[in-house]
């Protein structure tokens, strides 16, 4: 099975606070996307990467920033946390659609709930 | 640009009963997939179901399946012998072709009472 896993379920940090999200997968996939889930506003994609080193902005990219040093690993950084930043960030995965069969479905992880103060 | 809508944010089922959540796109595209995903309180989201456009046939797995209508850009889940397991959020999500992001839609919360 695939394994998407996120660092952690739950943080707390205040305003202010440089914070790192930390998603790791173990399927080889090439896609890693970030999104954030808040009630009433569904999945919205932050940035995403389709290679180490490559991004690609989302719809909502203000005061986030993404790194990719490693094919499994997409760190997601926020530089100085503020309130409206508290949501549900989900991590996810995909093998590439260019050229391939699949119908690139997204294969996520459990989500980390962040809460700023 | 592409867009989803799912207008029912909350539904309820009973039981061994039968369900259907809506979901409408707006796409120019003739080649695109759609996706129903599942995301049950506190746990990842799993896919539930896929549906390639340029297939006739409304996809079907056990207890789910869709109602596909392209003309009409609708694509709604139909879930039977509904159980108390599939209490979840339900999000529909579409991927045009030429590109590997997926839209999604607001999201629908499914309670099923006993």
């Known amino acids: 099975d695939v394994k998407v896993t996120q660092s952690s379920r739950y943080l707390v940090k205040r305003t202010g606070e440089k914070v790192f999200l930390e998603c790791v997968q173990d399927?080889?996939?090439?896609?890693m996307f970030w999104y954030r889930q808040d009630p009433g506003l569904g999945l919205r994609l932050i940035y995403f990467?389709?290679?180490?080193?490559?991004?690609e902005k989302g719809d909502i990219p203000e005061g986030y920033s993404v790194s990719r040093e490693k094919k499994e690993r997409f760190s997601l950084i926020l530089e100085s946390a503020s309130t409206n930043q508290t949501s549900m960030y989900l991590c996810a995965s995909s093998w590439i659609v260019a050229g391939q069969t699949n119908t690139g479905e997204l294969f996520f992880g459990e989500g980390s709930r962040l809460t700023v103060l | 640009a592409q867009t989803v809508t799912q207008s029912q944010p909350e539904m309820s089922v009973q039981e061994a009963e039968t369900v259907t959540l809506s979901c409408t796109y707006d796409t120019s595209e003739s080649d695109y997939y759609l996706f129903w995903y599942k995301q049950p309180p506190s746990r990842q989201m799993i896919l539930v179901i896929r549906q390639e456009a340029y297939k006739q046939q409304n996809a079907t797995e056990n207890r789910f399946s869709v109602n596909f209508q392209k003309a009409a850009k609708s694509f709604s889940l139909k879930i039977s012998d509904s159980q108390l397991g599939d209490a979840a959020m339900y999000f529909c999500?579409?991927?045009?072709?030429?590109?590997?992001?997926?839209?999604f839609g607001t999201g629908t919360r499914l309670q099923v009472f006993p």
């Open positions: 399927m080889d996939h090439e896609n």
């Open positions: 990467s389709y290679d180490v080193k490559m991004k």
């Open positions: 999500a579409y991927r045009s072709g030429d590109t590997d992001k997926l839209i």
